[in-house]
T-cell receptor
Framework: RKEVEQDPGPFNVPEGATVAFNCTYS??????FFWYRQDCRKEPKLLMS???SGNEDGRFTAQLNRASQYISLLIRDSKLSDSATYLC???????????????FGRGTSLIVHP | EPEVTQTPSHQVTQMGQEVILRCVPI?????FYWYRQILGQKVEFLVS????????KSEIFDDQFSVERPDGSNFTLKIRSTKLEDSAMYFC????????????????FGPGTRLTVT
């Protein structure tokens, strides 16, 4: 099982649609979870952290399910500018036990069309 | 808004040559990282750096790689003898962190250096 798995998509949705992405992780001792977005040939940009209680930032809602080891991102009222690749990041324990390694998923591509 | 900067934006080098990629992290950040992304693939962690020493490194970060903070602002990645497979985008990131194990902080990425090894 891959350390962090995402459905690569693409998700092709019309403007105004609601779209949800999931990300699963294999190491139950992982700490700290994030969603980033990455535009083509650009750097990842932080979208939001993901907390156990769930968190919302405008049209974006993130959830963490530790029991099932997945995180989700919900985008409401999609805009054309939301078109990007959405990266799930999980900090998993390093084999040495000393710290955590940020581990990226391959990303889910979103295309929002008029 | 403070941001991470990286130079150069594109570096072309011949196989076997040494390259140094430079980064200026956000000024009050204490934790620094290097990542690489081969075209079409996922972002891969290389190394983290805290308190003037390597905190963690991945299997990719072998003896040909080294990092340094030569002064109070720059953070560099050196690749000693480049191979064709080192061609990738290299991202530097930084985060505000308190304590060596506190990796729960959000990371801010620079625009990357595209390294092409010919």
């Amino acid at each position: 099982r891959k350390e962090v798995e995402q459905d690569p998509g693409p998700f092709n949705v019309p403007e105004g649609a609601t779209v949800a992405f999931n990300c699963t992780y294999s190491n139950s001792a992982s700490q700290s979870f994030f969603w980033y977005r990455q535009d083509c040939r650009k750097e990842p940009k932080l979208l939001m952290s993901v907390y156990s209680s769930g968190n919302e930032d405008g049209r974006f809602t993130a959830q963490l399910n530790r029991a099932s080891q997945y995180i989700s991102l919900l985008i409401r009222d999609s805009k054309l500018s939301d078109s990007a690749t959405y990266l799930c990041v999980v900090n998993r324990p390093h084999a040495s036990g000393g710290s955590y390694i940020p581990t990226f998923g391959r990303g889910t591509s979103l295309i929002v069309h008029p | 808004e403070p941001e991470v900067t990286q130079t150069p934006s594109h570096q072309v080098t011949q196989m076997g040559q040494e390259v140094i990629l430079r980064c200026v992290p956000i000024s009050n950040h204490l934790y620094f990282y290097w990542y690489r992304q081969i075209l079409g693939q996922k972002v891969e962690f290389l190394v983290s750096f805290y308190n003037n020493e390597i905190s963690e490194k991945s299997e990719i970060f072998d003896d040909q790689f080294s990092v340094e903070r030569p002064d109070g602002s720059n953070f560099t990645l050196k690749i000693r003898s480049t191979k064709l497979e080192d061609s990738a985008m290299y991202f530097c990131a930084s985060s505000e962190a308190r304590g060596r194990r506190a990796i729960s902080y959000e990371q801010y990425f620079g625009p990357g250096t595209r390294l092409t090894v010919t």
